[in-house]
């Protein structure tokens, strides 16, 4: 038997999900997903981050196989998401933005549902659940109809139904999406948990930088269906420089004459203003303050606060995708409309 | 693999309908008022029933009729659930397992009738006790073996219309075009003698005019070979092209975007 070398094969194998120049192209003619090319290892936590209509939603769906790609191949646990779907179905936890427990059955009974679903054979389908329960800490309540539970219990038994088959890749669309801040918390240790326990994969998409910053290995910023950057947390922040300075003046009247100084500056990597106050991405920020004092003398502003803080997410975020308001501008509205209606499907 | 996935979505469906037991008398209500007021209404009509062959009063000739009412409109507003199952995700959670999505659409279905043949057998239950006979009490297992075949038939209508609606407003827009019409143009409150030509004609294309007819024959216990088995052969083409067109658009409708 010959053997036959299959560079793409051979490569989408190795990596838990892997894109190729993926398209999809509405009947609306509206360009969800453009020519995006990622590549997640096996046992990665991956971020997919965006703002609300960047095509995060419709890159999810293609590869949970609930869509075709216009153009473009997608690999997920190395099987192709258009020809080889019932595989990749078997290899994917799916846990949806918005909670599918069956509010009427208990949470064991959801489970149970998850489980055959699943096709987990039923000698070992009752210590999975029980051992899913204690993980997620809702064993005591498990007999209880899910329509008693809070909105974070819910969340709890989504992430143990997308688990309960050990899947390889594990999709988690907006865990925390709506969540109170201990929840949140509470919902970023269990992923964590999981992740040490079953070495999975997980493709992850949020709009919760902080969210972004705690678990991923590697994120990617989408905006307009286009990948922007990708790379570890650390890596995007430093790219920014180390450190950002903070400052706020007294007058208008001289802000772009200071401004266009500091912007000479070798050290400063990127500078912003917001009225009075302007931030100055820098990569040494003891030696640049002196020097914005300095400017400012000459230029006879008074500076009325000064700080230096360590970049975030946050600020790589806006860097990439603007400061704009996506609600505020006509032109988004249709694509705004159209991730609100998958939202409400997903 | 298949059956054991129609099984499940079948086991899912009919868990939930035993926690959402509430309705379940509120829509025995209707029923009941047919056979009680139009029952009674009409009870003068009964030398004209009985001008066709029919022997017993008019309550026994429109039982039959109201039992298949319950069927058609259980079985036909039970694929609802397809909406919201798509709108609350747990259609997204079934269509990325691996399980078929036919077998979907099958075990709603097979929910869908057992849940009308338990309805139907209240009414029945409701008919028997109001003084309705049945010649052979045991006439009431092949009785419901005809409204379980006959609803599934019905709800694959209902998961069609469904799977191709995006509202709540279009399904039942469309459901209660369909849903009277098919009950008026059948012989379920008047014999088929005695209708127009041209209504009677219609009404024999309609499958629950065989339904009614069977149930009828299997009640009065005045049981003819030829009828029976031309009833039998129309209800199971019917069953067979309704499972078939079903699960083939539910197919075809999941893969798009809702």
């Not at chain 1, 095509?55 to 020809?83: E, H, N, Q, R, Y």
Request: glycine fraction near 6%; charged fraction near 20%.
């Amino acid at each position: 038997m010959v053997a036959i070398y299959n560079p793409e094969i051979a490569c989408s194998l190795l990596n838990a999900v892997e894109t190729q120049s993926l398209s999809k192209i509405y009947p609306n003619r509206l360009k969800a997903v453009d020519e995006i090319s990622i590549k997640i290892e096996n046992g990665e936590i991956f971020g997919f981050l965006g703002p609300n209509g960047a095509g995060k939603s419709t890159t999810i769906m293609i590869l949970t196989t609930l869509l075709k790609p216009t153009s473009g191949k997608a690999f997920v646990a190395g099987f192709d998401v258009v020809t080889q779907a019932k595989n990749v179905r078997h290899n994917i936890g799916y846990v949806q933005q918005d909670s599918t427990v069956d509010e009427y059955l208990t949470g064991r009974e959801n489970l149970e549902l998850q489980a055959k679903l699943n096709h987990i054979p039923k000698d070992i389908m009752e210590k999975r659940i029980g051992d899913i329960l204690g993980i997620v800490e809702l064993a005591d309540r498990q007999d209880e109809p899910a329509v008693t539970y809070s909105g974070g219990m819910r969340k709890r038994l989504d992430i143990a139904g997308g688990l309960l088959h050990r899947p390889k890749v594990l999709f988690l669309d907006e865990p925390t999406l709506g969540l109170d801040i201990q929840t949140r918390y509470k919902i970023w240790d269990y992923i964590k948990k999981i992740h040490d326990e079953f070495g999975m994969s997980i493709f992850l998409t949020t709009h919760y930088m902080e969210e972004a910053d705690k678990l991923c290995d590697n994120i990617s910023i989408i905006d307009h269906g286009r990948i922007k950057v990708t790379g570890s947390p650390k890596n995007l922040k430093s790219s920014l420089g180390n450190e950002v300075v903070l400052f706020e003046i007294d007058s208008e009247i001289k802000l772009d004459k200071l401004v266009f100084e500091i912007r000479k500056i070798l050290t400063v990597k990127e500078i912003s203003t917001d009225g009075l106050a302007v931030t100055v991405f820098t990569t040494s920020g003891d030696q640049l303050i002196p020097q914005i004092f300095q400017h400012a003398s000459n230029l006879g502003v008074k500076i009325e606060t000064i700080s230096l803080t360590k970049p975030t997410l946050d600020d790589v975020f806006l860097s990439y995708t603007g400061r704009e308001l996506r609600e505020d501008n006509g032109k988004y509205d249709r694509k705004k409309e159209r991730e609100r209606i998958r939202k409400i499907r997903a | 693999m298949m059956l054991s996935d129609t099984y499940t979505i079948f086991w899912r469906e009919m868990k939930r309908y035993r926690k959402s037991r509430s309705g379940v008398l509120i829509r025995l209500i209707q029923p009941a008022i047919w056979i009680i007021v139009i029952g009674n209404t009409f009870a003068s009509t009964k030398p004209l029933i009985q001008s066709v062959g029919f022997s017993g009063s008019y309550i026994e000739f429109m039982a039959p009729g109201v039992i298949m009412l319950t069927a058609i409109f259980t079985s036909i507003f039970g694929g609802v659930n397809t909406l919201w199952d798509r709108r609350y995700g747990f259609m997204n959670k079934a269509l990325t397992s691996p399980i078929s999505r036919s077998s979907i659409a099958l075990g709603k279905m097979l929910a869908i009738s057992l849940i009308s043949a338990m309805q139907s057998s209240l009414i029945l239950g409701i008919a028997l006790a109001l003084g309705v006979s049945i010649t052979n009490l045991l006439m009431v297992i092949p009785i419901m073996l005809i409204v379980i075949a006959f609803s599934l038939g019905f709800s694959g209508i209902s998961v069609v219309v469904a799977a191709t609606s995006k509202s709540q407003e279009t399904f039942w827009g469309v459901i209660n075009f369909l849903g009277m019409p098919l009950f008026m143009l059948s012989p379920a409150l008047f014999p088929l003698e005695l209708l127009p030509n041209w209504l009677a004609f219609v009404a024999k294309l309609n499958p629950v005019t065989y339904s009614v007819l069977l149930i009828r024959e299997m009640m009065s216990g005045k049981i003819q070979a030829f009828s029976v088995a031309l009833d039998i052969a129309v209800i199971c083409g019917f069953v067979v092209v309704m499972v078939a067109l079903a699960s083939y658009v539910f197919t075809r409708e999941v893969n798009k975007p809702f």
